[in-house]
């Protein structure tokens, strides 16, 4: 069966840019805290702008931001922030750069109640969508529907990062994301 025109798995397979992320990372699930970080501020980042853009710019995000270590973003003071406004290597949003200090601030709050931003995720696993755009819009900063929704598939944690005809689809199946654990659930 062939996958269709206009999906993100069509466009991304073989492209050089988009392929490794679709293939390897795209609705995987993830482990590590300073990953799930770094996906929240790649697709805060990602907002008016396209994927492409920012996978460009993603090496720049890892060393602007210490390699997503929420303890070290979390501590950034204005001379970090006016680094980041002048490091072409990244997106010099203002708005964009406070949210990813703040949700580190607030990261390192979750991981004294949950354990872990993981665990977090996981004790308020399953939610719709708009359950989800709730939670993340009352707990974090710049985090709208489209924000929180490409997080969420991104990460494992709702179906429908790859077309069901996408072999990559499988691979991340037999990962057992989040989504995938939810009694009932049928494709």
């Known amino acids: 069966m062939e996958i269709p025109a206009g999906t ?3 466009a991304a397979i073989g492209d050089p840019l988009h392929g490794p992320y679709h293939d390897e990372e795209y609705g995987f699930p993830v482990e590590t805290d300073a990953a799930l970080f770094e996906r929240l501020v790649l697709e805060i980042n990602q907002a008016g702008l396209s994927w492409a853009t920012i996978l460009r710019k993603r090496a720049g995000f890892r060393q602007a931001y210490r ?5 070290a973003v979390a501590a950034f003071d204005q001379s970090d922030v006016a680094r980041l406004l002048a490091d072409a290597s990244i997106i010099r949003n203002r708005l964009k750069i406070a949210a990813a200090i703040e949700n580190a601030r607030r990261l390192q709050a979750i991981r004294v109640q949950d354990g872990s931003f993981r665990a977090w995720l996981d004790r308020h696993h399953p939610r719709d969508k708009s359950e989800w755009v709730k939670l ?3 707990t974090f900063r710049f985090t709208g529907g489209e924000i929180v929704g490409e997080f969420l598939l991104s990460t494992g944690y709702l179906p429908g990062a790859h077309h ?5 689809a499988k691979l991340v199946i037999a990962k057992n994301p ?3 654990r939810i009694v009932g659930y049928h494709d």
Do not use: E, H, M, T
């Not at 390699?67 to 303890?71: E, P, Q």
């Not at 069901?164 to 990559?168: E, T």
């Open 178 to 180: 989040a989504w995938n």
């Open 8 to 10: 993100y798995c069509r």
């Open 67 to 71: 390699g997503f270590d929420i303890d």
């Open 164 to 168: 069901i005809n996408c072999p990559v």
């Open 136 to 138: 993340f819009k009352s």
